[in-house]
Each structure stands twice: as C-alpha cells, then as structure tokens.
C-alpha cells in the first residue's frame, strides 16, 4: 500500500469539493481547479477527508496512487492558500520592470527579455531585484518560476543570475595567479 496513497486527504473551511465520477473540482476562495483521476483508482468524499482507493495492484495503478494523493492534495492547498515563488536577482546591472502583467527583465543581454505569464500566474516586482510568482496551480507557479530563472541561472564563479529565495549556489574557486 502507498504509504502517501492510504492517508486520506483534509478538506479546510471554505472548500467545496465536487466528485463527478473520475472528475474532482475543488472551489475555494483562490478559485477553481479540477482533475481527472484515472479509472484504477475511486475517489470518495466522507465528511472533510478524502480518500483515494485503488482497484487492483499492478504496478501501474500502485505508481500512481500515491502520485494521485498528492495531486489532489496540491489541489486543495492551491484553492484555499494559493501558491508562491520569490525569485532574487542578483548581479551589477540585473534588474526587473512590472510592464503590465508582464516583466520586462534586463540581465546583460544586448535587448530587454519580455515574459509573459501563463493563465492563472500573477507577477510582481518587487523593487528592482525581487520576482513574485503567485497562483493557484502549484505546477503552473513552478513552470513559470523555472521559466523566468531559465534566462540567466546562477553561475558558480560570481554567483550572478537569478535564483530561488533561499537557494544556495555553491562557488568555486576562481583561476590562480601567480
């Protein structure tokens, strides 16, 4: 038994769940998301948990209890807290501009890069050299934070680009003289 699968999943105030066969629509005061489980697996609501039921044990289906568990979880999390990623900007000359919904992000590059946030992400700049990544849907959040870091990832020398709030970039040593 998946030892994530078997725990049943809390509803908090102010979620409504809906279960249409394999659909779960989960409504909250961050907005709605929805689901489609796959057909080895039940999902019943009893009272304030939910509960993911598998209906046989072929590998297949025992790989993604768990993983269907924690969907859901992130679901229910998504709609009533919401999700959020602060990027740092760090080096001489790097820095952010809110155009908009969009960011426009100046990182030694001969031309501006323009990103465009997918449906369901908000972005804030935060001062020059802060990136907040706010939505509902935990994966868009980190596939838009991923994204933005993408353009100029942290290099181990100087440790210049742009890094998750927090991560730590492990230098090196740099090229000896002498």
């Given amino acids: 038994m998946s030892r994530i699968g078997k725990n049943p999943v809390q509803i908090p105030e102010g979620v409504k769940v809906t279960i249409n066969g394999q659909n779960l629509i989960a409504e909250g005061p961050k907005g709605k998301l929805n689901h489609e489980v796959h057909e080895n697996l039940t999902v019943k609501q009893d009272g304030n948990t939910i509960v993911v039921d598998r209906s046989n044990d072929e590998k297949f289906t025992r790989s993604i209890h768990g993983t269907t568990t924690a969907i859901i979880s992130n679901l229910i999390t998504g ?3 919401g999700y959020r990623i602060v990027l740092e900007i760090v080096g001489v000359g790097y820095r952010v501009e809110q155009k908009g919904p969009d960011l426009n992000l100046i990182l030694g590059f001969s031309h501006p890069v323009v990103y465009s946030p997918p449906e369901g992400v908000t972005l804030k700049a935060d001062g020059q050299l802060k990136i907040i990544v706010e939505g509902n849907d935990k ?10 870091r993408q353009w100029r990832r942290p290099e181990p020398y100087k440790g210049k680009g742009i890094r998750y709030e927090g991560e730590v970039v492990r230098r090196k040593q740099g090229k000896k003289t002498g």
Avoid at 139 to 146: I, L, T, Y
């Fill in 139 to 148: 994966q868009k959040v980190g596939q838009a934070a991923a994204e933005i």
């Fill in 79 to 81: 709609v009533s807290e």
